[in-house]
């Protein structure tokens, strides 16, 4: 008897995300308004059996960018909470390039649900764990760092894969 998709995702013992990491021609991130009304990169976790790359993608799509991932920027390990709480998830972050700006314009959301991000500044709707995420990213990308390994946001400076 074939499991149900519910009872199958709380049988694994990890979940998979994907997350796509996109700027503007001033290289500003691209964010979005999650459901904890936090900015967030576009994205989120995968279904069944789908690869990380899928979230990242169908979010895209969904703000009007036809825009495939590409290279992985980091991977993060975020631990399970204790006493049996939700599994382990195992976060992937997607370079996806610059858009430009009529592909800023195109953007098929309502302005208040994304935002352009500076870099620069910590924003005040970004939680530290998404500050945390979009530095490492940058640092891979400015730096030409490799895809550096995260625990709980956190970078384990002796674990990188070199580009």
Request: hydrophobic content about 35%; proline content about 9%; charged content about 20%.
């Amino acid at each position: 008897m074939a499991q149900e998709p519910d009872q199958q995702r709380r049988a694994d013992s990890r979940r998979l995300a994907g997350y796509a990491f996109v700027t503007n021609e001033s290289g500003h991130p691209l964010m979005v308004t999650g459901p904890d009304q936090h900015l967030a990169f576009p994205g989120g976790e995968t279904i069944a059996d789908e690869p990380a790359v899928q979230p990242a993608a169908y979010h895209l799509r969904r703000l009007g960018l036809s825009i495939a991932p590409g290279p992985i920027l980091s991977v993060d390990h975020m631990e399970a909470y204790p006493l049996g709480g939700a599994p382990d998830v195992i976060n992937f972050l997607f370079y996806c390039g610059k858009l430009t700006a009529p592909q800023v314009k195109s953007i098929a959301t309502p302005k208040g649900q994304f935002e352009f991000v500076n870099p620069k500044f910590f924003h005040w709707s970004m939680t530290r764990y998404q500050r945390r995420c979009l530095d490492v990213a940058l640092d891979a990308l400015t730096n030409n760092t490799g895809c550096p390994y995260l625990r709980n946001g956190l970078r384990i400076s002796h674990l990188s894969v070199s580009a």
